[in-house]
């Protein structure tokens, strides 16, 4: 059996609310029992520092009586877990956050730490990171990884921010499901479409999606099909 | 002098035309004195295969009196090179066409073709690698090339089907402009927004632009500008 605790997030900010606003609770919930978040400010969106992104990330989580502290601000990865009751990685661009975790060389020991239980969380690019390989992200490849292979915490992949096509669009770049399609071509792993707002969240091999959103699941050589919130065992591992 | 002659198209298709249709008169100017095409079918829009993808290009070329063969109708990169008296890279998935490219080592060997004077046009993810890299790629990363360096044919990047921000939409995903700041943050290429109906067409050191757009240009740490169609000289080599 395993341990494992992952919130995986469509997005950190709805429309119209606050940053991590809309599902503050559920973050109570997910760490509790946890004193200090180790937070993952690799991805930094819009290029804002470590640092500024760490202080985005602690102001909310203190409101919910948490302590957090950059990864960055240890001199190793061994004080850095140590510190972790769990784990919070933000969105923003999903290469640059692979290129740092293989520069720091923390997919094996972070994987680790959270197959013996200590939770985890991820947005958006964060959430892309506990699939199968990021090759679903919908980012800019701004950066060259040295491999698309992500922590492999569940055994698919993610798909944040999900889109539906706009039938009025006009433009003729790809639709999200065109894209993902195109994936299957090459991949095998189901993809999660994971609307903005909606979450997955799993406990050792339960994964339930919640949030007020369906979920789009893209099988490889099937019909896409859509599952409820509550739904639980859509994606047994 | 470089004798270059390049046609960075940013899509094949615009809204209600079909397959190259908007663009088929300059595709007719531009190839003139050419006889035969070489067609470079490896992006797979949709997965479709490499002949289908070549019978969709030829079909159209053979309209507008050229030969079409697909590269890879040849035994070897030197039999296809040698046919080709110009070549055409549809669109599609960028990554696979630069892993591709890689495989087969074309990338050398195409460039000094393009260098020596054979008129190169790309649409789309053909567009991309002329490029310094694809790095400002909208495509999902579905595999992973050996690189993200491209052919190089000019000093900055492309982003095809460019699209400006909806000031309507509530979806928290990043726009365009922000990704491609984002991609300042860690290159200093300029990146030529494509519109799509707009082109690039280079011949030497002389680019113009052409369609019915103006084009986003972004130049690393400064305030993106928008350019005239018939514009030239904004982008000196």
């Given at each position: 059996m395993s341990n494992k605790n992952i919130l995986i997030v469509s997005t950190s900010t709805v429309h119209g609310k606050g940053y991590l606003e809309y599902i503050q609770d559920e973050i109570s919930n997910f760490f509790e029992g946890c004193k200090n978040i180790l937070f993952i400010p690799f991805a930094r969106p819009g290029g804002i520092t470590w640092d500024e992104y760490t202080a985005i990330a602690r102001k909310k989580f203190e409101e919910l009586d948490f302590n957090v502290k950059g990864i960055?601000?240890?001199?190793?990865t061994e004080d850095a877990l140590a510190y972790a009751d769990g784990f919070f990685t933000g969105g923003g661009n999903t290469f640059e956050l692979v290129d740092q975790l293989y520069k720091h060389e923390l997919l094996n020991p972070l994987k680790a730490e959270i197959e013996n239980g200590k939770p985890y969380m991820g947005t958006s690019a964060g959430s892309n990171i506990?699939?199968?390989?990021?090759?679903?992200?919908?980012?800019?490849?701004?950066v060259y990884p040295p491999s698309f292979d992500a922590l492999g915490l569940v055994p698919f992949n993610i798909n944040p921010h999900y889109l539906d096509p706009?039938?009025?669009?006009?433009?003729?770049g790809e639709t999200r499901e065109t894209r993902i399609k195109e994936f299957h071509h090459y991949n095998s792993e189901t993809v999660v479409g994971l609307r903005e707002g909606s979450w997955l969240r799993v406990s050792g091999n339960y994964i339930e999606l919640r949030g007020p959103h369906t979920a789009r699941i893209f099988d490889a050589g099937q019909e896409p099909r859509e599952v409820e919130p509550g739904n639980v065992g859509f994606l047994l591992q």
């Open positions: 960055h601000e240890f001199n190793n506990t699939g199968v390989s990021v090759k679903t992200t919908n980012d800019m490849p701004i706009d039938p009025n669009s006009k433009h003729m």
